[in-house]
């Protein structure tokens, strides 16, 4: 009785040490300012995550590094460049991970490509780029291009829709990657009735909870796998059974429509995934095929939607710049009588900068995670960074410092002209992440972003109102402001 006695107060005390002792003042010990309690404030707080990180980027600024601890665990907030070079692609066997746990019965998260199992990620983020390409996605744009006309009736035939305009670009943003994903057909009437823009919103949205899960996952992972918490367990038999389903009509019909989908069947056709170089091999299940859709949904609805939010929001607030968009809009509109294409988009040149400068503004993802996996140091200020240490890249706080932009509450799509765009610094610019786990959406991104505006420009102009949120939503990752307004007016024909 004795022995279990001491065994359980010694387990106690060693849980004690390893969490609450053992790392305390890790950074003070190694000459490194530190700052304590951002789990707890994040937590408890009104603010995202990526506005505490700027607060205390902005609050040393003679230090390249901060560090910070999430919950117990030692993290690092890395403000020079060539470091953020380092971490996100030069030392990548480093840097690999994001530090994210997940379990292995949350099937749709386990899957994702965010996830963390090196040889896992690397054959199927391989396998699923050519998605992507510019040629895939040029016979792709017939899908995305019909989802923009359908949301501009989706707009004059529901007068209510633009009063919340978050939630009516965010059901643009889903129904075109589901379009994307499940293809149209001459059958699909409009393209904007979704059935996955709930199941999208109930993912993305944060919470209490979710905020909680994240944390957890990331800080103290054994638990996380001990409770065996789910990310999306609400959505996991829904959407595989659809896909699974979607799958099956697929191969009977033998039905091509340059969806994703379709590139899920040529995947499976070509049989068991394997890296020659190592022999690791998957095969491409159809659970594994619905987590990478899924995923789509998860990684790509808020963030376009809101990157379009913020455009027109800066828009309202500058009405040159709005002016000199829609001449080119017109122009291009005029050129092609109303029906653009892929190569009409591209020519929207201005449109780029505009964009550009909101995902400046406002990246969406406001701040990169990464843990380290082999002690290892960083370039410049030699700085040791041991196993399981986590490195934060302050994406929001680098995009408006000073030094990289001058007067950088400003809306100026000039930084991004031909002229000027040598000047953005590299690895300074961020709004997709870089190196190898660069965002594998960001062409289509860009796409779909660039055909919604063109087309909601072309038919309508914006009331002038200025734009300056005290605060966005309190998201792990995100910035977010779903209640910010914008008044559509119909432009003269
Ligand atoms: C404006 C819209 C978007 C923004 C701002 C954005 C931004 C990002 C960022 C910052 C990352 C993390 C990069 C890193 O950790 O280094 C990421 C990862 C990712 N994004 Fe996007 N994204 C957008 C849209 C999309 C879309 C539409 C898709 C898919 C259809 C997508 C799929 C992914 C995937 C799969 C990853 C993980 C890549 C990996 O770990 O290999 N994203 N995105």
Redesign the pocket.
Known sequence: MLFITLLVISAILLTIYKFFIKDRHYWKKRNIPEVQGITWKFITGKKSLAEIHKEIYNSYPEDDNIGLYNGPKPALIIKNLENIQAV?LGDFQSFFN?GINTNQNDKLADS????EDYER?RIV?YK?SP??TMKKLKNMFYIMERCARDFIDFIENNQEAMSKPFNALYTY?TAS?TA?VFGIDANTENTMDSPFIDMASKATAPSFITNLKFSLASTFPKLFKLLKLKFFGDQESYFINIVKQVLKERRRDNDKRHDFIDTCIELQNEGVMQNVATGYQLIPSDELMAA?AF???????D??A??MLFVLLELSGNPEILKRLHKEIDDVFEKCNEKITVDDIEELKYMDMVINEA?RKY???GT???KCTKTTTLPVGEVKIEKDVQII?P?YAIHRDEKYYPNPDLFDPERFSPKNISNIPKYGY?????????????R???L??KVGLAWLLRRYTLKEQVYEPKCFEPSF?ALRDTGARIDLIPRKA
């Open positions: 996100l994001r994702v490509l965010f996830m990620w983020r699923i998605v992507f943003t990657i994307s990478q995923f789509f949904f998860i990684a790509g609805s963030t376009s809101h990157s995902f990246p969406t993802i990169i995670q990464r890249i994406t961020l709004p997709f992440g870089e190196g190898n786990r660069i965002c594998i959406g960001a289509f991104a860009r779909q972003i990752f």
